[in-house]
């Protein structure tokens, strides 16, 4: 019987940035968006933007940081002519959820998850900035 094979070919399509908050002269938070091409839309040149760990410090929330994180990073998306944007979030994130249906994100599919580790480990000779924690 013919079998089905399958390899891994790595596509540099993905592109990050990283969008820091400041207030009164301090990092207060963050967003980072990925730009990844997407294989299902012309073969990977169309693209869309991923949300991923939009943060504001405690110390000053709900003064409208989130929200204007979230528009610079929409700027960004149109910019890079994305049709759509991606966020996942946890049920449990309420504040998040508030903000995500104020700008129009509506609820879509649902998320699966597969734990490979307990902890989250940075492999040796990782440059910095790999990991997202710089
Ligand atoms: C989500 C988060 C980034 C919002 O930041 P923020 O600076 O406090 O948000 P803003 O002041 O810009 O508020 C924007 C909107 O968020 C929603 N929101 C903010 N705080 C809220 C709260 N405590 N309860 C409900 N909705 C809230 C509201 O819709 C608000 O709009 P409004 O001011 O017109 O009512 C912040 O709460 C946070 O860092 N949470 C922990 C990390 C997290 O959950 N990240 C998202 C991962 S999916």
Redesign the pocket.
């Known amino acids: 019987m013919k079998k089905i094979v399958v390899e891994t070919l790595v596509l540099e399509y993905v592109k990050r940035y990283r969008i820091p908050a400041r207030y009164e002269g301090r990092n207060v ?1 963050h967003v980072y968006v990925y730009i990844i091409g997407d294989p299902a839309r012309t073969g990977g040149k169309a693209c869309y933007a991923y ?1 991923d ?6 110390s ?10 979230m528009e610079a990073l929409l700027r960004v998306a149109k910019s890079e002519h994305c049709y759509k944007v991606i ?4 049920r449990r ?4 959820r ?2 995500y ?2 700008m129009g994100f509506a609820p879509h599919g649902r998320e699966f998850r597969l734990d490979l580790l307990e902890q989250p480990r940075i492999p040796q000779g990782r440059a910095p900035g790999m990991n997202g924690c710089e």
Do not use: I, M
Request: aromatic fraction near 0%; proline fraction near 0%.
């Open positions: 938070g949300v760990d939009l943060l504001v410090d405690e000053v929330r709900e003064k409208g940081g989130g929200r204007k994180l966020a996942n979030c946890h994130r309420r504040a998040a508030a903000l249906s104020s």
